[in-house]
């Protein structure tokens, strides 16, 4: 009986999607055979596209975070989420969560308390190590271990994952047993080069980095705009170039503006770190099968 539940269970790993953005772990878990079961993004423009390319249950879809109870979110093996980062105050100094309190990543600790999942999977930007002289960073290990949750982070270029460009972002993985951790998975070679994704002999290969905003310029609004050297000629880095770029598929869709796009995908993860991670992740779930059966 207690095998038949785990294989009923197996057949789909669920999955929550925190601050899901256009579902950059969406797509890479779906693409993984795992199920979202509940998604959260506050900003309007996100929810368009998010909505437009995934399939959701009806009633899986919620906004603003901070606005929902812990028990209201479905049961879950995995919770995923590209947090924003945000300073937490000095109060707590390791007693209790007074110090984040009233931060998302509060929102996050209180879901994993609340519903414990196997295993969480956030993400973030690698600048994360150094915020607040690394108390961030450190703060945020210490209140995972103290629910009980294992915690690895790792640095991870989106170049080492098949993909052109040069983009460290933080992954921290972690299991609810407290002492499950996976490895680092093998390096993959490039899917495409920038050539490839312009059609053309682009100037370099790989080493580009879909910025978001801070580029103050002629271009004014259009900030996010990139622009290449291809076959001799100046080109526009567009989203149809940036979907590939973060390994999102060519017929995503976009139901913004060009320049919202561009934001979207900036803030985005690359799917396929992050998909190369998730079955590491998935692996280890397998393998402690009995765990996922509550
Ligand atoms: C770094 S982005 C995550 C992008 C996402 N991982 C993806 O693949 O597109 C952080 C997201 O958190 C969202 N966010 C910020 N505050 C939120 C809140 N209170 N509730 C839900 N989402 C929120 C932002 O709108 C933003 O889209």
């Given at each position: 009986m207690q095998q038949l539940q785990f294989f009923d269970q197996m057949q789909q790993i669920r999955f929550i999607d925190l601050f899901a953005g256009i579902g950059g772990f969406h797509l890479a878990l779906a693409r993984q055979g795992a199920q979202c079961v509940f998604a959260s993004e506050i900003n309007e423009n996100a929810k368009k596209t998010y909505l437009a390319n995934h399939n959701l249950d009806a009633g899986a879809w919620h906004g603003d975070i901070t606005l929902i109870e812990p028990?209201?979110?479905?049961?879950?093996?995995?919770?995923?989420?590209?947090?924003?980062?945000?300073?937490?105050?000095?109060?707590?100094?390791k007693k209790g969560f007074d110090d984040v309190r009233g931060t998302l990543f509060f929102n996050i600790l209180q879901i994993l308390e609340e519903k414990k999942p196997e295993a969480?999977?956030?993400?973030?930007?690698?600048?994360?190590?150094?915020?607040?002289?690394?108390?961030?960073?450190?703060?945020?290990?210490?209140?995972?271990?103290?629910?009980?949750?294992?915690?690895?982070?790792?640095?991870?270029?989106?170049?080492?994952?098949?993909?052109?460009?040069?983009?460290?972002?933080?992954?921290?993985?972690?299991?609810?047993?407290?002492?499950?951790?996976?490895?680092?998975?093998?390096?993959?070679?490039?899917?495409?080069?920038?050539?490839?994704?312009?059609?053309?002999?682009?100037?370099?290969?790989?080493?580009?980095?879909?910025?978001?905003?801070?580029?103050?310029?002629?271009?004014?609004?259009?900030r996010n705009w990139e622009f290449y050297k291809v076959d001799g000629e100046i080109r526009r880095l567009t989203s149809k170039h940036g979907l590939l770029m973060q390994g999102f598929p060519s017929d995503f869709i976009f139901p913004v503006s060009e320049i919202e796009a561009m934001k979207q995908l900036g803030n985005s993860v690359s799917v396929d770190a992050i998909e190369a991670f998730y079955k590491k992740i998935k692996e280890k779930l397998s393998a402690e099968q009995f765990t996922l059966v509550k």
């Open positions: 028990q209201q979110i479905p049961d879950h093996e995995v919770l995923c989420a590209g947090f924003p980062c945000q300073p937490f105050s000095q109060a707590g100094q969480y999977f956030l993400e973030n930007v690698r600048g994360l190590l150094k915020h607040d002289n690394g108390r961030t960073f450190s703060v945020i290990q210490e209140k995972l271990e103290a629910l009980g949750y294992s915690f690895q982070s790792f640095v991870v270029k989106s170049s080492d994952y098949g993909l052109p460009q040069h983009r460290p972002r933080l992954f921290m993985i972690g299991f609810r047993d407290g002492v499950t951790k996976i490895e680092q998975p093998e390096k993959l070679p490039l899917k495409y080069t920038m050539s490839d994704i312009f059609s053309g002999n682009c100037e370099k290969e790989v080493g580009f980095t879909l910025r978001v905003g801070g580029r103050g310029s002629v271009y004014g609004d259009r």
